[in-house]
């Protein structure tokens, strides 16, 4: 499949440590936060969100941190493992209660690399 | 279940010529979504459906890309003239509702070249 984030920032990491992906957004208007997986050849992949008026959330092995006050998301990956191997993506998009959907407006991503 | 499908999933165009991308959505998702990703950068917003109706088409970069979705299930997004700027992975999207936290799901893209 095609190669995805050839010059994107590169997180390297040992199979076990955890990960810390950061994400800088600009819009103060997003109101919903979601982080992606991305592996060559395949489509962004639902990892976990969170709205504006939470600071946090966690899921399997993974946490989101939000901070409003500077416009920054992050993403920690507990254990992370050679499969977690990727490029991640955050996303944002404004909430409104008129029931169009929304578009997502994503970051550059980061590329992680987990060595075994 | 099935996730969201994409073909072709390569498509190699000569400048000048016609492309048809075709998304099948996951069964029965109201909303569906076109995204543009450039290498090495994120997926950028090309167009938005609710059932048939196009109800943001504000990404799509030239009168020269057209997306439809007429039953309100199978879309295609059809570029005419391709350009060498064209040239990226198109990625498809699906939503089971219209609500702006829904979560949208990918298909595998297809990756047009255009030489």
């Known amino acids: 499949g095609e190669s995805v984030g050839l010059h994107l920032p590169t997180l390297s990491v040992q199979e076990g440590d955890n990960s810390i992906i950061n994400c800088a957004y600009s819009?103060?208007?997003?109101?919903?936060f979601i982080w992606y997986k991305q592996e060559s050849g395949k489509g962004p992949q639902f990892i976990i969100d969170?709205?504006?008026?939470?600071d946090k959330r966690q899921g399997q092995r993974v946490t989101v941190l939000l901070n409003k006050t500077v416009k920054h998301l992050s993403l920690q990956i507990a254990a992370t493992q050679p499969g977690d191997s990727a490029v991640y993506f955050c996303?944002?998009?404004?909430?409104?209660?008129?029931?169009?959907?929304?578009?997502?407006?994503f970051g550059g991503g980061t590329r992680l690399m987990v060595k075994p | 279940g099935a996730g969201v499908s994409q073909s072709p999933r390569y498509k190699v165009a000569k400048r000048g010529q016609d492309v048809a991308l075709r998304c099948d959505p996951i069964s029965g998702h109201v909303s569906l979504f076109w995204y543009q990703q450039a290498l090495g950068q994120g997926p950028e917003f090309l167009t938005y459906f609710q059932n048939e109706a196009q109800l943001d088409k504000s990404g799509l970069p030239s009168d020269r890309f057209f997306a439809e979705r007429p039953e309100g299930s199978v879309s295609t997004l059809k570029i005419q003239r391709t350009q060498q700027e064209d040239s990226a992975v198109y990625l498809c999207?699906?939503?089971?509702?219209?609500?702006?936290?829904?979560?949208?799901?990918f298909g595998p893209g297809t990756r047009l070249t255009v030489l």
């Open positions: 996303a944002e998009t404004p909430s409104m209660n008129n029931n169009a959907g929304n578009m997502l407006t």
């Open positions: 999207a699906s939503s089971l509702r219209a609500g702006s936290t829904d979560t949208q799901y």
């Open positions: 969170i709205r504006s008026n939470m």
């Open positions: 819009n103060s208007a997003s109101d919903y």
